[in-house]
Antibody
Framework: EVQLLESGGGLVQPGGSLRLSCAAS????????MSWVRQAPGKGLEWVSA????????YYAGSVKGRFTISRDNSKNTLYLQMNSLRAEDTAVYYC??????????????WGKGTTVTVSS | QTVVTQEPSFSVSPGGTVTLTCGLT?????????PSWYQQTPGQAPRTLIY???IRSSGVPDRFSGSILGNKAALTITGAQAEDESDYYC??????????FGGGTKLTVL
């Protein structure tokens, strides 16, 4: 069964850092592009960042560019999101999502259950 | 900045048909945007319903269908059921790995 399991969320002060992880199983992780998507409390979904299957290419939404870094360790089947200079508006549930194949980003076919990040003093 | 528009809310009677739309504040939606649709119930992760405009994801009932209607992408539910009461999000792919979500439509079945 294809599964994505996020972890690493928690409470952090404004200006602080946090690293999220997404453990993948049930598929050949190294063959698929991946993304992070977030949802602020009571709000809609927002695409945050994507990475190619190899990790060599990374992409960011304007709201997080320069503060967040997406990466992956294909030997550990794990996707990461390093979040620095966190702001209150980064408070959200963060989902990792799988793309349908190695070079396609046009939709997400599998979603994790999410991990909650709260930025507050 | 690309803004994707959706109806904030919609209601449908059980057994009825409803069409949710996904547009752009500037321009028309075409298949080149590879519209996709996701269903989310409160407290749950999104579920992929439709991709590439009209292809149903595995396990999605055939009462869900996607299309382009005029200058918008559309998600039609034919024969709505109580369990279809959810939030529905469309996504347009802008290229270069960048996707934009619409604001979502809260569908009530009553």
């Amino acid at each position: 069964e294809v599964q994505l399991l996020e972890s690493g969320g928690g409470l952090v002060q404004p200006g602080g850092s946090l690293r999220l992880s997404c453990a993948a199983s049930g598929f050949t992780f190294s063959s698929y592009a991946m993304s992070w998507v977030r949802q602020a409390p009571g709000k809609g979904l927002e695409w945050v960042s994507a990475t190619s299957a190899s990790g060599a290419s990374t992409y960011y939404a304007g709201s997080v560019k320069g503060r967040f870094t997406i990466s992956r360790d294909n030997s550990k089947n794990t996707l990461y999101l390093q979040m620095n200079s966190l702001r209150a508006e980064d408070t959200a549930v963060y989902y990792c999502a799988k793309h349908p194949d190695i070079g396609s980003y046009y939709y997400m076919d599998v979603w994790g259950k999410g991990t909650t990040v709260t930025v507050s003093s | 900045q690309t803004v994707v528009t959706q109806e904030p809310s919609f209601s449908v009677s059980p057994g009825g048909t409803v069409t949710l739309t996904c547009g752009l504040t500037s321009g028309s939606v075409s298949t080149s945007y590879y519209p996709s649709w996701y269903q989310q119930t409160p407290g749950q992760a999104p579920r992929t319903l439709i991709y590439s405009t009209k292809i149903r994801s595995s396990g999605v009932p055939d009462r869900f269908s996607g299309s382009i209607l005029g200058n918008k992408a559309a998600l039609t539910i034919t024969g709505a059921q109580a369990e279809d009461e959810s939030d529905y999000y469309c996504v347009l792919y802008l290229g270069s790995a960048i996707s934009v979500f619409g604001g979502g439509t809260k569908l009530t079945v009553l």
